[in-house]
């Protein structure tokens, strides 16, 4: 696959294959030495574009595979960064596949996987959908909500790693009620982080919930949820089987039009398209009991979304510019250690972050059977040689996936792409100045 830069990018893409071909690369970093003190010396540094470095260090006999550090430069070439999903939010697909759509323009030069994501639901139920744990932004379009966990905020190409919070009202005259998620099944929340427990309750992000001790899968059996055309898929039937045992509550859908005024009220939900510029809800329990009260067949309800920076306190405005991908630990924030924990086990990684010199870094690390990958805190001295001064830890495991040009430049644990919830874009655009 070739790659179209717009004209300005594309002189430089060629000068740029030229000092590569000739073996002289751009400066160094002044990480660099203590990387390689870490990883070993780099089996290749290659210049993919103006201002986009791929450097791979091989694992020998350390416990990782190889690992890959991109270096993006945005003030050396117009690149940006974004998040993406599938043809369908609901849906799961390999990197590979989201960062090659068709409408995808301009086409990425590179990509990584993104979220966590809940894929219980591929595997035990069977089922194609790539539910992210937790915040969800695409082009300003909210479609899942906050978890707790750090999120990669993107605006205007450019990364932040924070925490949000989202709160989501639906009105109806004179009453007023909360809205639980968004694109999930309701009564079913895969992961709330940070997370207390008292007996067999848990106090999430969200608020009170239920779950076994122990447990990953919490539930919540009085919830309503919003689908958002985006989703793209029919709206989840209830789960028979499921740990989770309101989700299988047969409950309400309600199926809204452009204007929020209801087209049409039934018992029972499930397999019903959200109608363009439209949405569906879907309540169990007293969630159920709110929408048959309020939300009858020509009704008008008001939806109010609204995101919050936990670390400051401040709204941001879900502007068409803004784009977020949900991981679980801040690794680094604002020069130092962000991780507290004992390591736990070793896995295969994605991180991304920004370094001390406002590049941003996107790194993998592979992984196999003979080559488990790295701890927590292997990856906190990674970064800390890298110089990273923010980063954040996303989907890793069988997930970690890295696309150069949309083509598959590391070896996924699993042996093949995994499908997943959404990536990172990195690809011509953004505010950049060519040198």
């Known amino acids: 696959m070739s790659t179209r830069f717009p004209a300005g990018l594309r002189r430089l893409a060629m000068a740029g294959a030229v000092v590569a071909a000739v073996g002289v690369l751009p400066p160094p970093p002044a990480s660099a030495a203590r990387a390689e003190d870490l990883l070993g010396r780099p089996s290749a540094v290659t210049v993919l574009a103006p201002g986009l470095t791929r450097t791979t260090y091989p694992g020998g006999d350390n416990s990782w595979l190889t690992v890959n550090v991109l270096r993006i430069d945005p003030d050396a ?41 809940d894929d219980d639901l591929m595997k035990k139920y ?85 779950a076994d001790p122990g447990s990953q899968v919490f539930t919540d059996p009085d919830e309503i949820v919003l689908f958002t055309p985006e989703f793209g898929i029919p709206t989840p039937a209830p789960l028979a089987g499921s740990e989770a045992p309101a989700a299988a509550d047969p409950g309400v859908e309600v199926v809204l039009d452009h204007s929020g005024t209801v087209l049409s009220f039934r018992q029972g939900r499930g ?45 941001i405005p879900l502007s068409r510019s803004l784009f977020a991908v949900s991981g679980r630990l801040i690794m680094r924030q604002d020069g130092k250690s962000a991780y507290t924990g004992s390591g736990g086990d070793r896995h295969a990684r994605t991180v991304v972050g920004v370094d001390g010199e406002g590049k941003v870094l996107i790194v ?61 874009y990195v690809g011509p655009g953004g505010y950049g100045v060519p040198a």
């Not at 990674?382 to 949309?406: K, P």
Request: proline letters at 7%; aromatic letters at 4%.
């Open 77 to 117: 070439a117009p690149l940006t960064l974004r998040s993406t999903v599938g043809e369908a939010a609901g849906s799961a697909e390999p990197v590979s596949r989201q960062l090659s759509r068709p409408d995808l323009a301009p086409p990425a030069l590179a990509g990584v996987n993104g979220s966590f994501f």
């Open 126 to 210: 069977n089922l194609p959908e790539g539910d992210p744990e937790g915040v969800s932004i695409q082009g300003g379009a909210l479609l899942s909500e906050a978890s707790g966990g750090g999120v990669l905020l993107l605006q205007h190409g450019r990364p932040y790693i924070t925490t949000l919070k989202t709160d989501i009202t639906l009105a109806a005259p004179g009453a007023t009620t909360e809205v639980h998620g968004i694109n999930r099944h309701p009564g079913r929340i895969p992961w709330e982080m940070p997370v207390s427990r008292k007996g067999d309750r848990a106090i999430g992000f969200q608020g009170d919930l239920e």
């Open 271 to 315: 397999g019903t398209d959200v109608p363009a510029g439209g949405r569906v809800l879907q309540g169990i329990g007293q969630g159920a009991e709110w929408l048959t009260r309020h939300a009858q067949t020509g009704q008008q309800l008001t939806l109010t979304e609204k995101v919050t920076d936990v670390r400051f306190g401040d709204e």
């Open 364 to 424: 993998t690390v592979d992984a196999d059977d003979d080559h488990p990958g790295m701890d927590y805190k292997q990856l906190g001295t990674l970064l800390e040689a890298l110089d990273a001064t923010d980063a954040l830890n996303i989907d890793g495991g069988g997930s970690t996936t890295l696309v150069v040009d949309g083509s598959l430049v590391n070896k996924p644990s699993d042996g093949v792409e995994r499908p997943v919830a959404d990536s990172v």
